[in-house]
C-alpha cells in the first residue's frame, strides 16, 4: 500500500474499527501463539520431572534446563536426536539446492527458449499438479522396492531396492519443480527480451546470460520457491517415515512419529520430553527461516494466491 | 533423437564469447532453442516421471487390479474396486467426511480469516507484526504440533483433564468421542490455516481498485456501505479462487486425524485420504487404496474444471464493470 493510499485510508477510517483491531489482533495472536509458547516452556523440563508433574496450561519447571536444547547438536540425552536433526538440514539443503535450479531453468525454458509444443508440454506438467499426490505415494513404495539393479534386485525383485537408503532422499532432487518452473516463467515474462539481447551482443555465452544476467533479478521469486521448498521437506514425516526404516536415516518428522500413536501404537505411552525436544528441533529453524524471509513469503503468496 | 552431438556442441559454444555470426546465427534462429529446451528439460523430466509421473500413474492403474499384500499376484478385476468403494459404507462415510470436514475448515478458516485481514488492512501500528504472528502456525510442523495438541488432550496428564479436574469437573476421554475428535481435528486446522487465508485475504483486499474507495465516500457511504459495495463485489474472482484452492487442500486433509484421532473410535473420524493410508500401508490393499485415490483425484479434478469454466466465462462479468466507475489511475 502506498503512502497516500494509507493516508488516505486513514482519513476516511473511523475510530471503532481502529479500536477492534487493536484488541480482537493481537489476543487472537496470543492464543494463536500459545502451543509454541507451551512448547518452549515444556522444553525447559527434565524428562523425570515432566513425567512427575501435574502438567498446567503454562508448566514452570522447578529446575530449569538446557539439555533438550542442546541434544539437538550435541546428543546429550540421546545421541540419535543429532543425528536426526543433521539429517533433515542435509535433506532439506540437498533438495532446496535442486528446486532453485530446476525451477530457474525450466522457467527460462518455458518463458524464453520457442520450440514446438512447449505451450502444450507445460500445460501438461501444470495439470499434473492438480492429482492429488497421495495416490502416488504406495506406488512410489513399490517402484523404490522394485528398482532395478539396486540393493539386491535382479531386475526387479530379489531385493529392498532403493528402500531404507540414502537414494530415498537423492533420487526425487533433479525432477523438475512446476510450481517453481511456473513462477519463475511468470516473472522472467514479465523481464524485457531485449535484455536477453543486449547481453548476447555485448557477447554473453548463454550461461552467462542465466546466472549472471537473468538469475539475480530473480531473486525474490528464487527466495519464495526456496523457502516454500525448504519449510515442505523440513517439516516432511511421509518421505523418512514410509521408505525408510534404519534409525540412522530418520529425520526430526520422522523421528516423532515413530514416537507417536502412529508409530508405536495406540495406546503406548508416549515419550512427551523426548517429543518435545524434536518438535523444538524442528520448530525453531523454521520459524527463524519465517522471520529472517517473511517479506519474500508476503510477497510470493500474492503472487501465486492472486493470480487473475 | 540425436540431438546429443548438437548438445555437446551448443555446450561448448555457451561459456566462449566469440561473436560468429555466420553459421551460428543462421543456425540458432532455426535450432538452438530446441536444443537448448531439449539438453535442459530431458533430465528433468527424466526424473520427474520417475519420482512422480509414472508412480502416479501406476496408482491410477492400481485400482482396476486386487492386489491385497506386496507379495501377492495383482489380479484385474476391472471395475469391482469402484463398485465395492460405493457399496461400503465405511469408505463412503470417508468420503463423505472429507466433503463435509473439508467444507467446514474452510468455511471457518475463510471467515475468520477475512475478519482478520479487514483488520489487518487498516492503517494499524504494528499490523505488520500482528500478520507475522498469525501466519507462524502455517509454517509449524503438523507432526510436531499435533503432539502438543496430544499433551493437551492426554487422558491422564493432559492440559484440559488437570485444569478440568481442578476446577472440580470429570476429565473427559476425548479418544472415545467422534465429537470431540472432530472437534479437535477443526481447531487444529482452523489453528493452522487461519494466518495465511488473512495472508491471501489481505493481498485480494490490495488488489481492489483503491479509487473505488474514494468514489464511494463522495457518495457518502461508510464503512459499511463501502465494505458490502466496494470491497465485497471487488474480491468476488479473487474470493473464488480462494475458496476453491482452500476447499481442494482441506478435502485431502488426513495428517492431523493421522496424529490427533489415528481415525478412532471405530474408524468414526475417518477421511477418505486417511483411509488410503491405512488400506495401503497397514492392511496393504493396494487395489483399494488405488481405487480410492483414483477418486479423490477425480473430485479434485472435478471442482478444479468447474471452477476453471465458471472463472473464465465470469471473469468478463465481474471485473471488467468494476473498472469502469473508477477514475482513471
Known sequence: ?308 | MSHDGNGVALAQEAPGTPRSPGFWKRFSTMHRDALLATVILLPMIAFWLLVSGFPTLFGFVLGFFRWIGIADQPKFIGLDNFVHFFKDPTYTNALWRSIWLGGLVTCITLLSGFGAALLMNLPLWGKGFYRSIWYIPAVTSTVATTQIFNIFLDTNNGVINNILKSLGKEPIVWQYSVGWGIFWIVVYSAWKGVGAAALLWLAGLQSVDQSLYEAASMDGAGSLGKLRHVTIPGLKPIATYIFITSLISAIQIYEQVLFITNGGPYGKTEVLVFRIYRDGFWDFNLGMAGASSLIMAIIVIVITVFYYSWSTSSDRKTTIPLKKPGRGV
Open chain 1, 1 to 308: 500500500m502506498s503512502a497516500s493510499q494509507s493516508a488516505s485510508a486513514r482519513r476516511a477510517r473511523f475510530k471503532p474499527a481502529h479500536l477492534l483491531g487493536h484488541a480482537v489482533l493481537p489476543l487472537v495472536g496470543l492464543v494463536l501463539m500459545y502451543p509454541l509458547v507451551f512448547m518452549v516452556m515444556a522444553g525447559f523440563f527434565t524428562k523425570q520431572e515432566f513425567m512427575a508433574t501435574v502438567i498446567h496450561a503454562f508448566p514452570i519447571p522447578k529446575e530449569p534446563t538446557l539439555r533438550n536444547f542442546r541434544a539437538l547438536f550435541e546428543g546429550t540425552t540421546d545421541a540419535a536426536v543429532a543425528e536426526y536433526f543433521r539429517n533433515s538440514l542435509l535433506r532439506t539443503v540437498y533438495t532446496t539446492f535442486w528446486a532453485i535450479l530446476t525451477s530457474f531453468l525450466g522457467g527460462y525454458v518455458f518463458a524464453r527458449l520457442r520450440f514446438k509444443g512447449r505451450d502444450q508440454l507445460f500445460l501438461l506438467l501444470l495439470a499434473t499438479q492438480m492429482i492429488p499426490m497421495t495416490i502416488a505415494i504406495i506406488p512410489t513404495y513399490l517402484e523404490f522396492a522394485r528398482f532395478p539393479f539396486m540393493g539386491g534386485n535382479d531386475i526387479f525383485t530379489g531385493g529392498k531396492g532403493i528402500l531404507d537408503t540414502w537414494w530415498v532422499y537423492l533420487i526425487g532432487g533433479p525432477a523438475i519443480n512446476i510450481m517453481g518452473t511456473f513462477l519463475v516463467k511468470q516473472s522472467l515474462e514479465k523481464v524485457p527480451i531485449e535484455l536477453d539481447e543486449a547481453a548476447k551482443v555485448d557477447g554473453a555465452g548463454t550461461l552467462r546470460l542465466l546466472f549472471q544476467i537473468l538469475f539475480p533479478l530473480q531473486l525474490p521469486i528464487m527466495a519464495f520457491i526456496s523457502i516454500t521448498t525448504a519449510l515442505n521437506v523440513w517439516n516432511d514425516f511421509v518421505t523418512p517415515f514410509f521408505y525408510t526404516n534404519s534409525d540412522h536415516l530418520q529425520t526430526l518428522p520422522s523421528a516423532i512419529t515413530r514416537l507417536s500413536s502412529v508409530g508405536a501404537g495406540p495406546g503406548a505411552s508416549a515419550n512427551y520430553p523426548l517429543i518435545i525436544t524434536l518438535s523444538l528441533g524442528i520448530t525453531i529453524p523454521a520459524l527463524l527461516i519465517f522471520f529472517f524471509f517473511q517479506k519474500y513469503i508476503v510477497q510470493g503468496l500474492a503472487n501465486t494466491g492472486i493470480k487473475g
